[in-house]
């Protein structure tokens, strides 16, 4: 398996896929015999990165050919971002104070999900799949769980004592690795922010859900997480992810300017950045007398 890169493969990768043939991001694929085709890019991004890198899979999501599957890997955005899925509630899931205090940018992805805080320890997977590209697997969330499951069981033999718990990654009972997914009748996407590194304090942005798996049992966010380094190197994570998919499908290089060239539809973003009204509203409060340039749109 030959996968093509931009720069260091390393630092972000994304791929796409057929039945036949899987893609890394930036030729086209053509349908073959065998196993499914990929492909795969690599190229570094900012907090508009982190934005941008959900817009660019939102707009691969919605206006690519649908014939064209696609796995988009992200390694790392250079400054601390929270992230939420589409229907989360800041008031309810951040400290939204600390976070108005401390200037974090927070971003609403376009898909569901929980929420994490991400910085250039996180390493970010997502598929975009077709129905009849993954054979055996239903257009719903627990088979593709279960595919996903399997996929990585291959990255982890052997290391750790790795499962799919609920909607989780783990090794044993804490998690590294946290999913989410958007799901139509005849395609799917399905994303995974895996916990490589994190910063200890960054935690503490982020208050303890309502709803939380039964495995969790009312820990703290530091004692229910982990961390992948202590378990394997990056390179090799992304390396036996490539190779894990290279095994489901055909593997060839692409780069980002695909999705440019093959995407003419127009269609408004549902990625948002949050603005300094919104958070303050959240908090419930007069607006606070303190600099959050960052955080307009």
Same mark, same amino acid.
């Given at each position: 398996?030959?996968?093509?890169?931009?720069?260091?493969?390393?630092?972000?990768?994304?791929?796409?896929?057929?039945?036949?043939?899987?893609?890394?991001?930036?030729?086209?694929?053509?349908?073959?015999?065998?196993?499914?085709?990929? &492909?795969?890019?690599?190229?570094?991004?900012?907090?508009?990165?982190?934005?941008?890198?959900? &817009?660019?899979?939102?707009?691969?999501?919605? !206006?690519?050919?649908?014939?064209?599957?696609?796995?988009?890997?992200?390694?790392?955005?250079?400054?601390? !971002?929270?992230?939420?899925?589409?229907?989360?509630?800041?008031?309810?899931?951040?400290?939204?104070?600390?976070?108005?205090?401390?200037?974090?940018?927070?971003?609403?992805?376009? !898909?569901?999900?929980? !929420?994490?805080?991400?910085?250039?320890?996180?390493?970010?997977?997502?598929?975009?799949?077709?129905?009849?590209?993954?054979?055996?697997?239903?257009?719903?969330?627990?088979?593709?769980?279960?595919?996903?499951?399997?996929?990585?069981?291959?990255?982890?033999?052997?290391?750790?004592?790795?499962?799919? %718990?609920?909607?989780?990654?783990? /090794?044993?009972?804490?998690?590294?690795?946290?999913?989410?997914?958007?799901?139509?009748?005849?395609?799917?996407?399905?994303?995974?922010?895996?916990?490589?590194?994190?910063?200890?304090?960054?935690?503490?942005?982020?208050?303890?859900?309502? %709803?939380?798996?039964?495995?969790?049992?009312? %820990?703290?966010?530091?004692?229910?997480?982990?961390?992948?380094?202590?378990?394997?190197?990056?390179?090799?994570?992304?390396?036996?992810?490539?190779?894990?998919?290279?095994?489901?499908?055909?593997?060839?290089?692409?780069?980002?300017?695909?999705?440019?060239?093959?995407?003419?539809?127009? /269609?408004?973003?549902?990625?948002?950045?949050?603005?300094?009204?919104?958070?303050?509203?959240?908090?419930?409060?007069?607006?606070?007398?303190?600099?959050?340039?960052?955080?307009?749109?």
């Amino acid at each position: 398996m030959k996968v093509g890169q931009v720069g260091n493969v390393r630092v972000n990768t994304v791929i796409k896929f057929r039945p036949h043939l899987l893609t890394v991001l930036s030729h086209q694929i053509q349908r073959s015999r065998g196993k499914r085709g990929f &492909r795969a890019y690599g190229q570094r991004q900012s907090l508009i990165r982190v934005q941008n890198d959900y &817009r660019t899979t939102e707009k691969t999501w919605i !206006t690519i050919d649908e014939s064209e599957n696609w796995c988009i890997v992200n390694d790392g955005t250079n400054s601390p !971002t929270i992230v939420m899925g589409m229907s989360g509630k800041p008031a309810e899931l951040l400290e939204v104070e600390y976070v108005i205090r401390d200037r974090i940018p927070v971003i609403k992805r376009f !898909t569901g999900g929980g !929420t994490v805080i991400v910085d250039q320890g996180t390493i970010f997977v997502t598929f975009i799949c077709n129905r009849i590209d993954v054979p055996g697997v239903q257009p719903y969330p627990q088979p593709i769980m279960s595919w996903s499951g399997l996929l990585y069981d291959e990255v982890f033999q052997e290391i750790g004592d790795f499962h799919l %718990r609920e909607n989780d990654y783990v /090794f044993g009972n804490r998690k590294f690795g946290g999913n989410a997914q958007s799901i139509t009748k005849n395609r799917w996407i399905h994303h995974t922010s895996f916990l490589w590194d994190y910063e200890t304090k960054n935690m503490a942005y982020l208050k303890q859900p309502r %709803r939380i798996p039964t495995y969790r049992s009312e %820990r703290n966010h530091l004692e229910f997480i982990c961390r992948m380094k202590e378990y394997m190197p990056r390179s090799a994570f992304i390396e036996k992810t490539l190779s894990s998919v290279g095994s489901r499908f055909l593997v060839e290089p692409t780069n980002l300017e695909a999705i440019g060239a093959h995407s003419g539809t127009a /269609f408004t973003h549902s990625t948002s950045l949050l603005t300094k009204q919104e958070l303050e509203a959240a908090l419930g409060s007069q607006p606070l007398n303190l600099p959050l340039d960052v955080l307009e749109s």
